[in-house]
């Protein structure tokens, strides 16, 4: 099992930065990947980006160029640092940890998500 923990969520202005942290516990041995994913009201959860233990980055086309995800592997945390918010990115974000598969990422475990508001 592996444990999830995020922070770092919260309301931003539009333009604003926020950033999100999510510490991973337990048998994290078992992980190449960390990612995050996120979820707005009515709509399906949709993947944001994910970054491999060595470092490799993929992001979704709607934030490419404003956020960066990044790890710590001496900490076994991953970060979410999002720029020039926009209020579409208004959702909950969710952590998730697993493997990569042929390039795709396989999400094994969940954190509990944090709320991001981002006004107008």
């Known amino acids: 099992q592996v444990q999830l923990v995020e922070s770092g969520g919260g309301l931003a202005q539009a333009g604003g930065s926020l950033r999100l942290s999510c510490a991973a516990s337990?048998?994290?041995?078992?992980?190449?990947?960390m990612g995050w994913y996120r979820q707005a009201p009515g709509k399906q959860r949709e993947l944001v980006a994910t970054?491999?233990?060595?470092?490799?980055?993929n992001y979704a086309y709607f934030v490419k160029g404003r956020f960066t995800i990044s790890r710590d592997n001496a900490k076994n945390t991953v970060y979410l640092q999002m720029n020039s918010l926009k209020p579409e990115d208004t959702a909950v974000y969710y952590c998730?940890?697993?493997?990569?598969?042929?390039?795709?990422?396989?999400?094994?475990?969940w954190g509990r998500g944090t709320q991001v508001t981002v006004s107008s």
């Open positions: 998730s940890v697993g493997r990569t598969s042929s390039g795709a990422f396989m999400s094994a475990y």
């Open positions: 970054i491999t233990s060595g470092g490799t980055r």
């Open positions: 337990g048998s994290i041995f078992s992980i190449n990947a």
